[in-house]
């Protein structure tokens, strides 16, 4: 398989991840993997691992531009990111006693719906609404949350970023720059786990398509969060909501294919 061939594959494939991780604190795994496997005949295996680590680097940039804009809320994303890492091996360890289920495509079919949802009924909560929710029970609410995420992406193994933002939106009442802001910094620590632990397993990946997403995801992130972070919020739900809306059709074309 040609340089160039890969090139492009890993440039489209960065591409979908970072503008996903940028915009919506979406995991780069939804749009790399399925890319690696269909396109380079990469083992899944080794194709989640690369997908993990440009997550990595992708949240990180994402996470600080959001928190220069004082778009983030470490505390409750800190206690948060504890029950969800918990509770991911506590699910993953259930989801190995029960017969195996194909679940992947529910996460895709979710970032389909959830790119509807920010284009019909856009999120236009406030900084002020946001902060008339006391310091207690936002902490509480961070760890309920935390463990139904965390179990649900250990039991169905994927969809983390997904939930997250569903979560954060729609139940804890997020204003949508915080919910994503928060997202990526918590994907940027589990994403890191889960790269960390699938190289230790798994052995290290093909170097070339390991770099290049890395590098495509973080450029590409960076734009996205830039640009998010200027937008006002009926312009940033739109975006969000079409970004979703293609990956979710694209990665299901992706998995039609495969």
Request: glycine fraction near 12%.
């Amino acid at each position: 398989m040609s340089l160039l061939f890969t090139i492009i594959v890993t440039f489209f494939a960065g591409m979908g991840a970072g503008l996903g991780t940028g915009f919506a604190g979406m995991s780069a795994a939804a749009v790399i993997t399925p890319m690696l496997i269909t396109f380079l005949g990469m083992d899944p295996y080794r194709a989640v691992g690369i997908a993990l680590s440009s997550d990595v680097l992708a949240s990180a940039v994402s996470a600080y531009t959001y928190g220069k804009n004082q778009n983030l809320d470490i505390r409750n994303g800190i206690i948060m990111m504890i029950s969800v890492l918990i509770f991911t091996v506590v699910g993953s360890y259930i989801s190995s006693l029960v017969p195996s289920a194909t679940m992947g495509s529910f996460s895709v079919f979710m970032t389909f719906l959830l790119g509807i949802k920010f284009i019909v009924k856009p999120v236009m909560t406030t900084k002020e609404s946001m902060q008339g929710v006391s310091a207690k029970k936002r902490a509480i609410q961070s760890i309920l949350c935390g463990v139904l995420i965390g179990f649900i992406c250990g039991f169905i193994g994927a969809g983390g970023g997904m939930m997250m933002l569903l979560i954060l939106t729609s139940v804890l009442g997020y204003e949508l720059k915080t919910a994503v802001g928060t997202s990526v910094f918590i994907m940027t620590f589990t994403a890191l786990t889960g790269a960390v632990s699938h190289f230790a397993i798994g052995g290290m990946p093909d170097v070339t398509v390991w770099v290049l997403c890395i590098v495509f995801t973080f450029l590409w992130a960076r734009v996205a969060a830039v640009f998010a972070n200027r937008a006002s919020a009926k312009t940033l739900n739109r975006a969000t909501g079409f970004i979703l809306v293609i990956l979710g059709i694209v990665v299901m074309g992706f998995q039609f294919l495969s």
